[in-house]
């Protein structure tokens, strides 16, 4: 808050160790806690701009999100070539 910026880091169901409380078993496909998420953080802070980043799992369930939004905007990059030296 410094910097006039909030940090939400979220967990995506049964990863990293976070408990499975629902019937529902893992899918990176399954976008609706994110949605969720989102959508109480928006509420939350309606004029904060909102920023995303993600790896491995955590991309998949991202991008899967931003496809289904009409009104999400995304630039995708790979740092993952520039951090190995090459690409």
């Known amino acids: 808050a410094k910097r006039g ?3 939400v880091v979220y967990n995506h169901c049964g990863v990293c160790g976070s408990p499975v409380t629902s019937p529902r078993l893992y899918s990176a496909c399954y976008t609706e806690d994110l949605r969720l998420a ?3 953080i928006s509420k939350q802070f309606p004029s ?3 920023l995303s980043a993600a790896f491995s799992i955590g991309a998949n369930v991202l991008v899967h999100y931003l496809a289904e939004e009409a009104d999400a905007r995304a630039v995708v990059t790979d740092s993952s070539s520039s951090s190995s030296g090459g690409g």
Do not use: K
Request: proline share 11%; net charge positive; glycine share 0%.
């Open 5 to 7: 910026m909030r940090v």
């Open 38 to 40: 989102i959508s109480h």
């Open 48 to 50: 904060a701009p909102l």
